[in-house]
């Protein structure tokens, strides 16, 4: 089966970075992806990583370690619309083609 | 604009009753998935598919059925729903090709549901 763990909530200020992790265990591993709910709305995709290091979308970075089974999304500049739930989903493997999704990550940023 | 619409935001009723939800996505793509959203546990996977008439069962597929008759449209069915089926359900859609659509979902607003 599949397991994902990050924290349930975390705070932050206005301009400053927060990093959100993600670990995971899978029967198999074919990508990380990251996603944002605000309250009442749909997820939406922000990142997916298939490969080790750092991609980078403007605000937002999304960090994939496949040896350690670790992902972390990192926002910059903080700002008060970034307050939202944050999930890490997995794609197991090519032939199944549902992604497994994290329980969210409440972030809550702060004047 | 890509979308995927679900056809009811909100829905009420009674226990035993058949419930029927209506997802349709208009980016032409092959899978579509229906997950259940629930406080604290995040988004289970109850069916999907790849497919015109092909399905797979998710984590949760007990007491859920789906149809999938035509390539843009992808029901989810509760035969005799029960109170424990109070929760938000969301469709969501993807493109089978490989690298960033792997992982890339696009979902609906979502049916809030709730038995009675």
């Known amino acids: 089966g599949q397991s994902l763990e990050q924290p349930s909530e975390v705070t932050a200020v206005e301009g400053a970075i927060v990093q959100i992790n993600c670990t995971y265990q899978t029967s198999g591993f074919y990508g990380l992806s990251w996603y944002q709910q605000h309250d009442g709305g749909a997820p939406t995709f922000l990142s997916y990583?298939?490969?080790?290091g750092l991609e980078e979308t403007g605000r937002f970075s999304s960090f994939l370690s496949r040896s350690d089974s670790y992902g972390y999304l990192l926002l910059q500049e903080l700002q008060m619309k970034d307050s939202a739930s944050y999930f890490c989903?997995?794609?197991?493997?090519?032939?199944?083609?549902?992604?497994?999704f994290g329980s969210g990550t409440r972030l809550q940023v702060q004047p | 604009d890509v979308k995927v619409t679900q056809s009811s935001r909100y829905l009420v009723k009674r226990t035993g009753e058949k419930v029927f939800l209506e997802c349709v996505q208009d980016?032409?793509?092959?899978?579509m998935f229906w997950y259940r959203q629930d406080p604290g546990l995040g988004l289970r996977l109850i069916y999907f598919?790849?497919?015109?008439?092909?399905?797979e069962k998710g984590d949760i597929p007990e007491g859920y059925s789906v149809s999938r008759e035509k390539k843009e449209r992808f029901s989810l069915i509760l035969e005799s729903a029960s109170t424990n089926q109070t929760s938000m359900y969301l469709c969501?859609?993807?493109?089978?090709?490989?690298?960033?659509?792997?992982?890339?979902?696009?979902f609906g607003e979502g049916s809030r549901l709730t038995v009675l």
């Open positions: 980016m032409d793509h092959e899978n």
């Open positions: 990583n298939a490969l080790d």
């Open positions: 969501a859609s993807s493109s089978r090709t490989s690298g960033r659509a792997l992982g890339e979902l696009f």
């Open positions: 598919s790849y497919d015109v008439k092909m399905k």
């Open positions: 989903a997995v794609s197991p493997n090519m032939g199944r083609r549902a992604l497994t």
